[in-house]
């Protein structure tokens, strides 16, 4: 009885054994490793907000009148903006910045000498934020015509933004993502392989440079607002398993 059963319980080992090994010839034989692919996801849009600053100024010896001068520029200001049809309401007005202005004195073998008051030079900034962009954009450009009224208004560039820019993010993520399993896949197929599961997928650094501005990359990421027209980027690394 012993054995008989010897007998059987060495059968099923042999039987065993030979499915382990027949197992171990077909893994022996198929591509084994990763494929790493990076993807990109690119998309060119305009933006839908403008940021515009400004500010005048005034000198005079009396800070009650250059106040008051000020005051006068303010509502000219104003008064030019509303017409160009700026809404009151979107004209920020920031508080109003007041320097005295000295001369530094010296003598002829340079010991200084004191200073000398020469008055007072007060200013005041302006900011917009619209999504009128092209208005904005065009009011930006004639601000000058206030020269006229004797205002001296100094006009920054205009800064461009996008308010869509997270649903623009995800949708870039996504196109990355397609782009490097497309990638992924055509490797593993010249390879004789197939394309296995996802081991691990890492975001890249989200871009925004301006369009055909020649703009270079950065390690921290680039954010565009000196153009209207952008274009955003992103890079997704994928790694996967080859079957």
């Known amino acids: 009885m012993n054995k008989n059963l010897s007998s059987i319980l060495f059968a099923v080992a042999i039987v065993i054994a030979s499915i382990v090994l027949g197992n171990a010839v077909i893994n022996r034989n198929r591509p ?19 940021v515009w600053e400004g500010n005048f100024s005034r000198e005079s010896f009396d800070l009650k009148s250059a106040y008051a001068d000020l005051e006068k520029d303010r509502k000219l200001v104003t008064d030019y903006l509303i017409s160009k049809g700026i809404p009151a309401e979107k004209l920020i007005f920031n508080a109003v910045n007041t320097n005295p202005n000295y001369d530094q004195n010296y003598s002829n073998d340079g010991k200084y000498l004191g200073q000398t008051f020469k008055g007072y ?35 920054q560039s205009p800064r461009y933004y996008y308010t869509e820019l997270e649903s623009l993010k995800l949708e870039m993520i996504a196109k990355a993502t397609e782009d490097a399993t497309i990638r992924a896949e055509r490797i593993a197929e010249n390879s004789k392989g197939d394309l296995g599961d996802l081991i691990s997928a890492n975001m890249g650094i989200f871009q925004i440079t301006g369009q ?3 703009e270079d990359y950065s390690w921290g990421g680039t954010f565009n607002t000196a153009d209207k027209n952008k274009t955003a980027s992103i890079t997704m690394k994928l790694i996967f398993e080859v079957d």
């Open 121 to 155: 030079t007060l200013s005041q900034s302006l900011k917009i934020e619209s999504t009128e962009v092209e208005k904005v954009e065009k009011i930006s450009r004639e601000i000058t015509e206030l020269l006229n009224q004797g205002i001296a208004f100094y006009s």
């Open 32 to 50: 084994q490793g990763t494929i790493n692919v990076t993807g990109l996801g690119e998309s060119n849009f305009t933006s839908d907000l403008v």
């Open 212 to 214: 055909n501005s020649g």
